[in-house]
């Protein structure tokens, strides 16, 4: 079903009259989506890496996987702590290739996503015991403007033996007197630039999730004691929720088993299967003219230079500033190509650049979230090629009419 | 590939020469799983649903999906929070048709396994603000014997808000000082027995993981405010890591949604997407001759029913009591058919009955985990059929020993 080329119908869309109906992308409607709504607001908030799907749909046979009803039921898997050998192996065999991230000496644990990781880290990095129960043994921190969920899941999960205590900076004078962990990003969400850890502790966790060629140039393989990888961000399966930590410390690395274990008994065995397959796919097409990295690094690339160039050419509004760099995976300096634009509202009375996108149709995930000034918004440029037009056009209207 | 029938090769299976290799059933070995390991411990450990793959391997082809690359790549699932409808839809028709639980005015939340579910349930249950953080605002229990992950996840998932307090039994009289959340097992794990809550109060946690017609005999559809199900122990596809809660309040239903989504956001879609098929098979072989339900109980039937006897010829040994009872879905009286022996060891000298198991060859759950006493452990009769009949060669030899 072709649903006109903006929207796609699957095996477990809704069904009605026998038939699975078309999920269409946002403001597009009716039985085939053929129909764009007016007025109709565009969500730019979330990072649903979408924009990989074309290249999927392209290779859909080659990446396609058989799940028979008797495959792999138990809980066992190849490896100990319900973790797929043959998947470990590929995952080093894609960070050799890629040259991001060094494999050697480090233990892989599985995560139902880098989501549940994250939590994973900080319990495994978290002092064994807390004496005094009305003080955190563990300050969680990170720099300003820092991935929200950061602070969201680290305040859920509040543990007796750490607390989220926000902007890094504000702790680096007394960085030697309490227990921190800190979550480092890089290039970071929302802005894409490259970050060190600003405390200097020893329990930093390195969020690496956008360090692939279509994000970011690679400078050399990242060497830290504690990284962390998503499916979602390199492959664009965000649906199957699976992600990856590269451990050196093997204490680290069996308390991460013990959260997830305690979490979810391992994460699911049929996303093993298909994450294998996908990861072999992008292995085979690696430096031919299939090359998903590629294909992802064009994509951004194009989109960053259309938005950036719109941007500049206003008074109102400003993006960060990214530059091109020398990437050793394509051998060549590369421009930017960032998965978010980080939106700054430059006027005197736009105080709040969320709301001001908002009343021009625009729905985007202002500065507040990510620990910064409400001047500042996210824009997700990395959804469906739809979805970026749309976005093109709403701010195209929004610049038009100040 | 055959693996002798002590093994399977599956597609993710570890590969040598290009070939993946079987993975044998404990204690057979060899390339082709033919060989038998003399004085191998036999593992009766765990609660590895494997005796129902016979059936999923005689309906293969009916329950398989095609899972191609560019499917459903996106964070969105046809519902809101990540829920899928059709999978919805098809939890509702299962309760509905076998009977064991009301679904009408419930929502239904999903997550990575019951396992993830329990504590997101915990999380959802527990007071809102606690203002002493050295006094737990909500106290966890169940009564003794519980399933061992209740006690080890509360106390890994150390909330300021709640705290693990074990047996329910013992704060009988102290109900109505504080806010208790109580798990209720039923049937029950290790034991089978049915249960009710002993505390009687508002958060009650239902785990009717085992109210299905293999294990158990459905008496009438159970219509508690708070009830988990799992996808492991219903069709034996444990390692898909998926399960359900029925939930009558929305704001509880919220803040499950909440706790799963900053866990995990959401449940593998690539799961969702198997388990939909799984469960339209089972649907549409109810009440024929293919009915997995009738597979599974004959199964555990006959097996509890060797076992049992088997244990009832010893003085050492003895087992929980089991009565037969009428079943709705069945429309007979039926035989008990549980999950797990619960073993008493009856000789003053065998106060650790793990221990005497062990030194038979058998690796079965003492009953400390269970916050039981050490005189009985607990044995896993659902794993594979040699399992079970190394159990039984093994269990006749301790007996023949004493």
Known sequence: MSCSGHGRAFLDSVVVNGVPMCECNTCYSGPDCSVLLPDCPIDVYSGDPVFLEPYWRKHAASSAVLLSGWHRMTY?????????????????????????????????????????LMNALVYALSPDAANN????????????????????????????????????????????????????????NPDGLFQQSVLGGASVIYDLCYYWP????????????????????????????????????????????????????????DTHLRMLKIIKTILSGMRTKEDMFEFGYETMRERWKRFNELISSSEIFSLQKLAPHNCTYFKKAKDPSPAYGWLKCEMEEDRDC??????????????????????????????????????MKKMEAIISLK
Chains 1, 2 share one sequence.
């Not at 043959?86 to 060094?102: F, M």
């Not at 050697?104 to 549940?116: E, M, N, S, Y």
């Not at 997700?380 to 037009?389: A, G, V």
């Open 76 to 116: 066992e898997q190849t490896g100990k702590h319900h973790i797929s050998l043959e998947l470990e192996k590929c995952i080093r065999l894609l960070h050799d290739s890629v040259g991001n991230a060094v494999t050697k000496d480090r233990f892989i644990a599985f995560g139902t996503g880098a989501t549940q």
């Open 214 to 269: 279509h994000y970011s140039a690679i400078l050399s393989p990242a060497d830290e004691d504690v990284m962390l990888f998503s499916m979602s961000k390199m492959s664009g399966h965000a649906s199957s929720r699976f992600g990856w930590a590269l451990l050196k410390d093997e204490k680290i690395f069996r308390k991460v088993l013990y959260y997830v274990n305690q979490n979810v008994i391992g994460t699911s065995g």
């Open 354 to 391: 969320e709301d001001v996108l908002k009343r021009g149709g625009i729905i985007s995930q202002g500065g507040i979230n990510f620990g910064a000034d409400r001047r500042y918004t996210r824009l997700s440029i990395m959804k469906t090629q739809d979805d970026f037009e749309l976005l």
């Open 133 to 188: 129960l009305s003080v955190p043994a563990a300050r969680v921190v990170a720099a300003v403007p820092y991935y929200a969920v950061f602070k969201t899941q680290t305040e859920m999960f509040d543990f007796r033996a750490n607390k989220w205590e926000g902007s890094a900076s504000d702790w680096k004078n007394s960085s030697n007197k309490y227990d921190f962990i800190e979550f480092v990003t890089s290039p970071n």
